[in-house]
């Protein structure tokens, strides 16, 4: 019969895991037990988190009395006469003593920083800094000189724009004929916009549609050298997905398409969001947008970001909102229509398989102006 830990024995192991006090017996049955059950891996998570928010706390107390230490030393109305007496010597007043100054700014902006914490202002999905958008970061000289060269020589505009390029994120296609979605921010603030499938070849793209609030945008590749796809391979579920069921997603976290596995550890996202899923899975920047899937091969999600202090925990927007963007996409601004896939090509197939097939509907996205 199956024994039931109470709460207070729950936590304590939760605690032991957490400080590296369990054997490698003890944290071996642990990982086995939270990789089975989705209630507590999410206690894991939560608590790890609650237990980095206390010590960043306690670090920022300690730095704030030496940083009013240090301020009580300064001298301000010496400062001020001098100052005062003779204007020419401030830039040797600066000189002599910004170094204090700025500690003593910096003691202000910690105190400010911390009535924002207690007053809640970084419950925030928007505002707080353990929840990350995965929109990666791309230097702007990427290429090889050799790269820079052969683009010159063949005269390839599109190629040559991606030296501009700031940032990266992952799309997945919607329908054979060129519409891609991912995540908002990733495309926010573009001038342009190009996909690049899987065998490197990109095209280049516009957004058609935006939902801010879930974090959705719809893309078209507009480039006349893009061929229609064959018939798209996977659905889009319609329902929920189940606590603890298998998922895995596909993205551009690196120039490479990479894979990841896990499970659905939560019903909602970050702070309660009914928007999203919270994953237990790997994903990184530059996985924004990328499609999570199920066993079968169902889209179930489209991932957004991840928390920073907790390992494993990501978040993912519900098939359902990426449905309900898709229905109100204005007419007039599709050039074609926008048919989705009723016909599960995946279901059946082995993971290997089903990747193989995915990956020439997964696209980087690419972002870059011409500041």
């Known amino acids: ?53 206390l010590s960043e706390y306690g670090k920022r107390t ?12 300064i001298d301000v109305d010496s400062i001020k006469a001098e100052v005062e ?27 400010i920083l911390g009535t924002l914490f207690f007053t809640g202002y970084f419950t925030d999905k928007n505002h707080q800094s353990t929840y990350s958008a995965l929109r990666r970061d791309i230097q702007r000289i990427k290429q090889s000189q050799n790269a820079l060269i052969r683009n010159v020589k063949t005269g390839n505009a599109s190629q040559s724009a991606i030296s501009m390029e700031q940032f990266g994120g992952t799309g997945f296609a919607l329908s054979d004929n060129g519409y891609v979605v991912t995540n908002y921010h990733v495309v926010n603030g573009a001038d342009s916009l190009l996909v690049q499938n899987a065998s490197g070849t990109s095209f280049k793209a516009k957004t058609v549609y935006v939902d801010p609030s879930v974090d959705i945008a719809i893309l078209q590749i507009t480039d006349s050298a893009f061929k229609k796809l064959e018939s798209i391979p996977y659905t889009f579920l319609k329902g929920s997905g189940d606590l603890g069921e298998d998922v895995y997603t596909i993205g551009y976290p690196r120039d490479e398409i990479v894979f990841g596995k896990g499970y659905l550890s939560s019903a909602t996202g970050y702070n309660g969001d009914t928007v999203a899923y919270q994953v237990s899975i790997p994903v990184n920047p530059g996985n924004s947008g ?58 059946g197939m082995s993971r290997p398989e089903q990747i193989k097939k995915l990956q020439n509907y997964i696209f980087m996205v690419k972002v870059y102006n011409k500041d």
């Open 1 to 53: 019969m199956e024994v039931t830990m109470s709460n207070s024995v729950v936590f304590e192991n939760i605690e032991r895991y957490l400080n590296g006090e369990m054997n490698e017996q003890e944290r071996a049955a642990f990982d086995v037990r939270r990789s089975t059950d989705a209630d507590l891996d999410l206690q894991v998570v939560e608590h790890a988190q609650f237990m980095n928010i």
């Open 85 to 111: 007496d003779k204007p020419a010597l401030l830039v040797r007043l600066w000189r002599a003593h910004h170094a204090k100054i700025s500690v003593a700014a910096s003691v202000t902006v910690f105190a």
């Open 62 to 73: 300690v730095l704030a009395e030496k940083m009013q230490a240090i301020h009580a030393s």
């Open 290 to 347: 990328g499609p999570l899937l199920d066993n079968k091969g169902n889209v179930i999600g489209l991932i957004s970001g991840k928390q920073t202090q907790a390992d494993g925990a990501a978040f993912a927007i519900k098939t359902n909102y990426l449905l309900k963007a898709i229905q109100a996409i204005p007419a007039d601004s599709l050039n074609e229509k926008l048919i989705l896939n009723t016909r599960n090509h995946l279901s």
